[in-house]
Nanobody, 123 residues
């Protein structure tokens, strides 16, 4: 019912910024919670940020709080992740995810996933 496509990744230096986009298809987009997750090679997928589209509330992992901003444009069925003050430890594949209802922090709680976009931060 929902398909997600991420874009905006790339190679940057520490301290730079990137904005990731996630385009979603589906008529029930406004009733979903959207999340951003990331996964580095050999590591588990971890929560980055989430937004509840109906109310616009946002939530962040402690590791990115104050640096990353999640937002949405419901008219465009798109969510964004503005990534500022990037660090080498932010290097990972970033995934957009969606679920019906309220947000959760665990990746297994999300029903739909994009293919991911690579973010690489050099020192």
């Amino acid at each position: 019912q929902v398909q997600l496509v991420e874009s905006g990744g790339g190679l940057v230096q520490a301290g730079d910024s990137l904005r990731l986009s996630c385009a979603a298809s589906g008529r029930t987009f406004s009733s979903y919670a959207m999340g951003w997750f990331r996964q580095a090679p050999g590591k588990e997928r971890e929560f980055v940020a989430a937004i509840t589209l109906s109310g616009g509330s946002t939530y962040y992992a402690d590791s990115v709080k104050g640096r990353f901003i999640i937002s949405s444009d419901n008219s465009k069925n798109t969510v964004y992740l503005q990534m500022n003050s990037l660090k080498p430890e932010d290097t990972a594949i970033y995934y957009c995810a969606a679920r019906r209802g309220y947000w959760v922090k665990l990746a297994r709680g999300y029903d739909y996933w994009g293919q991911g976009t690579q973010v690489t931060v050099s020192s």
